[in-house]
């Protein structure tokens, strides 16, 4: 398939949507119209409405196999509505997140099992993986603190424990560990100018290798 795919991961706080934002406007001024940026769950009408019911606050009585679906469902209508077809027009794909998010929050902060949740997205993908996976890490505590400070609308994975997320954070580093080829670590305890820039020269780099 032509085009190319890059998904941007990160915990809750480590300022991963703000930075594909960033790079997103850098593009536009730049005046490249062969950019889709999408993001999870989401991304499409379908997506979208399965988004609202999984970040629900009052939606308490979800079953985590429940919630594993579900992203799973939107991440399949995702790929089929929006991902593909943009690849195949030689189009660069940013998602804001991915398989390794479902891996991370659903295998190992809901203790389902990351294997598991890795192969039900397999079904879900039929194999489609991200050619760069941008990973901008954060301490937990520090993400969380972020989030109390600056973020208004609390979902119900924000509002999950510490433990929990230092249970996602430790899937991730685990993923990056496993997949060095693929996922980039960006450390987001840096000035955030300097967290776009890094990862700006990745995207760079890699269209370059094209």
């Keep these: 398939m032509a085009g190319l795919f890059i998904s941007f991961e990160g915990?809750?706080?480590a300022g991963k949507t703000t930075v594909l934002s960033a790079i997103t406007?850098?593009?536009k001024a730049a005046k490249r119209t062969d950019i889709l940026v999408t993001r999870e769950p989401g991304?499409?009408?379908?997506s979208e409405a399965i988004r609202k019911i999984i970040l629900d606050p009052q939606n308490t009585q979800m079953d985590v196999r429940t919630e594993a679906l579900l992203y799973a469902a939107s991440r399949r209508q995702l790929i089929q509505e929006t991902i593909r077809p943009a690849l195949a027009a030689d189009k660069i794909v940013l998602c804001d997140r991915f398989v390794d998010s479902s891996v991370a929050y659903q295998g190992a902060g809901r203790e389902i099992g990351e294997d598991a949740v890795y192969q039900m997205n397999q079904f879900a993908t039929e194999g489609l993986t991200p050619d760069l996976t941008i990973y901008v890490d954060v301490p937990s505590e520090v993400g969380l603190a972020r989030i109390k400070a600056h973020r208004k609308n609390v979902d119900r994975l924000d509002a999950e424990a510490l433990s929990f997320h230092k249970r996602v954070r430790a899937a991730y580093l685990r993923l990056a560990d496993k997949f060095p080829e693929r996922i980039?670590?960006?450390d987001a305890t840096q000035p955030v100018a300097d967290v776009i820039d890094q990862a700006m020269t990745l995207i760079t780099d890699k269209i370059k290798q094209q």
């Design 11 to 13: 915990p809750d706080g």
């Design 25 to 27: 406007e850098r593009f």
């Design 43 to 46: 991304g499409n009408q379908i």
């Design 184 to 186: 980039v670590t960006v």
